[in-house]
């Protein structure tokens, strides 16, 4: 039986994001919360995360200590079993598999954490103008594991923006990408509010970003990134082969 119903999955390909609600276990949350806290724990001591709110750099004090936060751990899968677990989440892949078939590979994960009072914002961007894939058919599953509102950063996305990719320049100095906020028209945004253990899923050319959190409760998500086999980068390179593949039907 598909995950998502006709009307949702319509909604997906009309609007470029679908809200799901609760999709992971109480008990379940609480492991991921505990090992989620561990991994920035040791991430902090040992120089394996980095901090998006300032330019990169590998000064493990610079990063810590820098007034604003918006700490990043690539790939959980490869340093928990946990999070390894949680990208072969039958109920996440249910949901990627209407949206994107049935044959779903990893294109990576991501730990995104706003600690309370200092979290800082991701601006305003298409996943797609990073990555640069082809096909353009990327799907996110962005789960939080801490309620997500307008304070603490919840997700806002623009409603059908995936159908215009947008320029994303890259600053040659930090090989960051520039905020686009300003050349765009936010006056349509949706917030997704979310419960702890809820996930929304977006198409990797939605325009979407987070604010800062000034509150005194911390934001914790973890996004997977899936796609389909055959899927090119930059330069028609093909994506890594030992991207897992997470479901085949062949
Ligand atoms: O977690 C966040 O604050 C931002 C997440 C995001 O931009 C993404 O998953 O593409």
């Not at 040992?46 to 990169?56: D, E, G, P, Q, V």
């Not at 994960?109 to 103008?129: E, I, S």
């Not at 996110?140 to 919840?154: K, M, P, Q």
Request: aromatic content about 8%; some cysteine.
């Amino acid at each position: 039986m598909p995950a998502l119903t006709r009307e949702q999955i319509a909604f997906f390909h009309q609007n470029g994001y679908i809200a799901i609600g609760k999709l992971l276990e109480d008990d379940h949350i609480e492991i991921l919360r505990r090992e989620y806290d561990r991994e920035f724990e040791a991430a902090r001591k040992n120089n394996r995360f980095r901090n998006l709110a300032i330019s990169n750099t590998d000064d493990l004090a610079a990063k810590n200590n820098a007034p604003a936060q918006m700490l990043q751990i690539m790939q959980m899968c490869e340093r928990n079993m946990h999070y390894r677990q949680l990208i072969y989440h039958a109920p996440i892949l249910d949901i990627a598999e209407s949206l994107i078939g049935p044959n779903i590979q990893l294109y990576h994960d991501q730990a995104l954490f706003k600690p309370a009072h200092n979290g800082d914002a991701v601006f305003w961007h298409q996943d797609n103008g990073y990555w640069q894939c082809t096909p353009a058919n990327l799907v996110s599953c962005w789960l939080t594991l801490d309620d997500a509102d307008a304070a603490n950063g919840a997700m806002h996305v623009i409603p059908g923006s995936h159908l215009r990719p947008l320029a994303h320049e890259r600053s040659s100095q930090t090989d960051a990408l520039f905020d686009i906020g300003d050349q765009i028209d936010t006056s349509t945004a949706k917030i997704i509010y979310l419960p702890a253990g809820g996930a929304m899923f977006h198409h990797c050319q939605t325009l979407h970003h987070t604010s800062p959190n000034h509150t005194p409760r911390q934001r914790r998500a973890f996004a997977i990134h899936f796609m389909i086999p055959g899927t090119k980068r930059e330069q028609y390179m093909p994506v890594s082969f030992s991207c897992p593949m997470l479901r085949m039907h062949i």
